[in-house]
């Protein structure tokens, strides 16, 4: 194992751990706003761990994925600030 998969494996650790602190702000936030901004940050980091993971393993095919995600998150989030925005009838 070189110096590089150290460290990146060490980043992938981090960002683990910010997930499970996102994904705690996700299901106990106290506004919609805040879940929202919540679900935003967790999409990234999904694609941040899948885009860590293609640097270690050069599994190429997982850049489609990345790009999937980072989609429907973005997606995700503009349906939810509409939502926001139109009021909740």
Same mark, same amino acid.
Do not use: K, N, W
């Given at each position: 194992?070189? #110096? !590089?998969?150290?460290? @990146? /494996? +060490?980043? %992938? +650790? @981090?960002?683990?751990?910010?997930?499970?602190?996102?994904? $705690?702000?996700?299901? %106990?936030?106290?506004?919609?706003?805040?879940?929202? %901004? $919540? !679900?935003?940050?967790? %999409?990234?980091?999904?694609?941040?761990?899948?885009?860590? &993971?293609?640097?270690?393993?050069?599994?190429?095919?997982? @850049?489609? $994925?990345?790009?999937? @995600? /980072?989609?429907?998150? !973005? #997606?995700?989030?503009?349906?939810?600030?509409? &939502?926001? *925005? *139109? +009021?909740?009838?």
């Amino acid at each position: 194992m070189t #110096l !590089f998969t150290m460290i @990146v /494996a +060490g980043l %992938m +650790g @981090v960002v683990a751990i910010s997930m499970i602190l996102c994904t $705690a702000r996700l299901l %106990m936030g106290p506004s919609i706003p805040d879940r929202a %901004m $919540a !679900f935003d940050t967790l %999409m990234v980091h999904v694609v941040a761990l899948v885009a860590l &993971y293609v640097v270690i393993t050069d599994q190429l095919s997982l @850049v489609d $994925a990345i790009l999937v @995600v /980072a989609v429907l998150g !973005f #997606l995700g989030t503009v349906a939810i600030s509409r &939502y926001i *925005e *139109e +009021g909740h009838s």
